[in-house]
C-alpha cells in the first residue's frame, strides 16, 4: 500500500499553534497539582530548570522530547493527554487534514520534530501511533529508554537510528522495532523532511 504525504496537509499553516503549546502548560500544572508537587519539586525530578518549568507551565516555551518522556513518567500520565483537544472521546475514523500536529522543542537543530497524530490519545487504546516528522538536521536530543515496543516504517527521507550501541541508516522503505527499554535516538541526515509512521505500546506520547 503506498502512502502519500500531501504538502498541503503538512505545509506552514498546519504547524502546531500557540494554543496547542498552551494547552501542554495548562495540562502540565494541572497534572503537577494534582500530585500536589511544587514546581522546584517536578523541575529537581525531570532534571531541568524551575525558570524553564515556569516557561513551559505559562505556554512561553516547549519541553523537549526527551524531557516530555521523564515529565510523564514523574506525573504518571501520557503525552497524548498532554496534547489532546478533547478528553479522549473514542473514533474509529480520523479524516486526513484533521489530525492534531504536536510541535515539540527545535532540539537545537533545525526546525526540530513535529508528530501527527493517528491514534487519538484515549485510555482504551493499547497502542499510540503518530507520524514523526523530522526537518532536516532535527534531531531528538538525545536518548530516550521507557517500557514498551517499538516500530516504525520510514515513509519519506533518510534518518539515522541509534539503539542501544548499534546505529542504522534508513531509507525510504525500511522498517524497524526495538524493546523501547533500550536507549534510542534518531535524527534527520538527508536534505529535506523525513517522515516515520511510528507505532509503540503501551502509549507514552
Known sequence: MKIDIQPSQL???DRPSEASQGRLGIRLRLARQTLGMTLKALATAVDCSE???????????SPSLPML????????TNIGWMFEETDGEEGIVFRAGTRPLIGLDPLRRGEGISLERIIPYSP???LQCNIHHIEPGGESAG?????????GYLLAGSIELMVGEKTFKLSIGDSFVFKSELP???????TTR???????TPATF
Open 69 to 76: 518522556h521523564r515529565l510523564v513518567e514523574v506525573l504518571g
Open 194 to 200: 523525513a517522515s516515520i509512521f511510528w507505532v509503540n
Open 184 to 190: 534510542h535516538w534518531y535524527r534527520n541526515v538527508g
Open 143 to 151: 536518548p530516550i529508554q521507557h517500557a514498551g515496543e517499538e516500530v
Open 124 to 126: 482504551g487504546h493499547l
Open 51 to 61: 525558570s524553564l518549568l515556569s516557561k513551559i507551565e505559562n505556554g512561553k516555551a
Open 11 to 13: 505545509g506552514t499553516e
